[in-house]
C-alpha cells in the first residue's frame, strides 16, 4: 500500500525541494488526507475486475470446477505539472533595498499555484480538454475503467436543485441523499486505526451551508483525528473546502451548476474514499484513491545565464484507483439556501 504524504516528506532529501513540499502540505488540506504510491513510468497499467469467478459446494472425492472470472485491461496517466521563473542577477546586488528575496518569493507563488491546479484537476481534471493533464474525479464517472454512472446521485431527484434550508425536512432529505453517496463510495466510518477513511469534497457555501443544515436536523459534525487537525466530519468523513482556483476568484467546485432546468444553481459534493496507507510508498493500494507519482516534487536549477538565474519546480504524477472502481461518488443537484 502507498505511504501518506505526511511520511512522504521524509524522502525528499534535497533541502530546498524538502522546505517547499511542507509549505505545499500545510497550505493544502486534501494532502493531509491523501496517499501516494511511486510508479516510475508515465502510463500505469493493471487489471480491472469484470466477472467475478464461479465457486459452489462440493462433494468428497468430487473437483471443483475451473473458472478464473474475468478482468479488463485499466490505465491511469501521469502528468508533469509545474513551472518556472527567470530571476536577474542584479536582484541579488539590491540587498536590504527589497522587501523580499525575490526567488524565495517566486517559489512561493509557484507553490501556491501547485497547489490550486492539483486540486482542480483531482476534480475537474479532463483529458479532452488538456490532454497533457489526466481525468478528474467528476470525468472518470461513467467512463470505462471510471467510475458507475449511477455513483452520481442527485439531492432532488427531480430537474430542480434541493434548496437545502429550505426546512427542516429538506434538509433531513440532504443527509439521507449524502447517505447514499458515502456508502456508494464505500465510506462509511473511520479505519481501523481512527484516522479518516476518506473525504468529502466541496466548496465554501457547502461547507458552510451543511453546519446550518445540521442545526436544522441536530446532528454533530466536529471531530479531531490522530494527528491533532480539528475537522468539520459526517459520520467520521471529514469536509474539505477544495477553495479557489488559480485566478483566485473561481471556485474549484461551482455553484452554477444546471440541474436538470437550465437553472444554473446547483452545487456538488465529492465523496472519496482513500487508500489506507501501510508506509510502503512503491506498493499500490488493494484499494480506494490514491495519487501517483513518476518523479518526486522537487526544485530545478538554478541554470545559469549571463543576465539572470533560471529555476523550476515540477511534480509528475496523476490520480490512480485501479482495481476499485466503486471508491467515488458524487452528489450533486442541491443548493445551499431556503428558496
Known amino acids: 500500500m502507498p505511504i501518506s504524504l505526511v511520511d512522504y516528506e521524509n524522502l525528499i532529501k534535497d533541502p530546498l525541494s524538502l522546505g517547499l513540499f511542507r509549505n505545499l502540505l500545510r497550505m493544502n488540506s486534501i494532502m493531509k488526507l491523501f496517499p501516494v504510491v511511486q510508479k516510475k513510468t508515465l502510463r500505469v497499467t493493471g487489471q480491472e475486475w469484470k466477472d467475478l469467478p464461479s465457486v459452489a459446494f462440493r462433494d468428497i472425492n468430487e473437483q471443483f470446477t475451473d473458472s478464473t472470472g474475468t478482468t479488463g485491461p485499466a490505465e491511469e496517466r501521469q502528468a508533469i505539472l509545474g513551472g518556472s521563473f527567470k530571476a536577474d542577477r542584479l536582484l541579488g546586488e539590491l540587498g536590504d533595498t527589497l522587501y523580499r ?10 507553490n501556491v499555484s501547485i ?7 483531482i476534480v475537474n481534471g ?3 480538454s488538456n490532454p497533457k493533464a489526466f481525468n478528474g474525479i467528476y470525468k472518470r464517472m461513467g467512463i470505462t475503467g471510471g467510475f458507475p454512472s449511477s455513483h452520481v ?4 431527484g427531480t430537474t430542480d436543485s434541493l434548496k437545502v434550508h429550505a426546512s427542516a425536512t429538506t434538509a433531513q432529505q440532504f443527509f439521507e ?5 458515502m456508502y456508494a463510495a464505500g465510506l462509511w466510518g473511520n479505519g481501523i486505526d481512527g484516522t479518516p477513511r476518506g473525504a468529502l469534497l466541496m466548496n465554501k457555501a457547502s461547507f458552510l451551508g451543511i453546519q446550518k443544515a445540521a442545526k436544522l436536523t441536530g446532528y454533530s459534525i466536529d471531530q479531531i483525528d490522530l494527528l491533532g487537525y480539528t475537522w468539520k466530519s459526517y459520520m467520521g468523513i471529514p469536509f474539505v473546502d477544495v477553495g479557489l482556483k488559480v485566478d483566485k476568484v473561481t471556485e474549484i467546485i461551482l455553484n452554477t451548476y444546471d440541474p436538470g432546468d437550465a437553472g444554473n ?5 465529492f465523496c472519496l474514499r482513500l487508500t489506507a496507507p501501510d508506509g510502503n510508498v512503491d506498493s499500490p493500494g488493494a484499494d480506494g484513491l490514491s495519487l501517483i507519482q513518476a518523479a518526486p516534487y522537487r526544485t530545478l536549477g538554478p541554470e545559469d545565464y549571463a543576465e539572470y538565474q533560471r529555476w523550476a519546480v515540477q511534480w509528475v504524477l496523476g490520480l490512480c484507483h485501479i482495481g476499485d472502481s466503486y471508491c467515488a461518488s458524487v452528489l450533486e443537484d442541491f443548493k445551499m439556501a431556503a428558496s
Open 265 to 269: 444553481d446547483a452545487s456538488r459534493i
Open 115 to 121: 497547489d490550486r491546479t492539483l486540486t482542480d484537476y
Open 177 to 181: 441523499k449524502l447517505d447514499e453517496a
Open 153 to 156: 446521485i442527485s439531492a432532488s
Open 101 to 110: 528575496d525575490p526567488v524565495s518569493q517566486q517559489f512561493d507563488m509557484h
Open 126 to 128: 479532463d483529458i479532452d
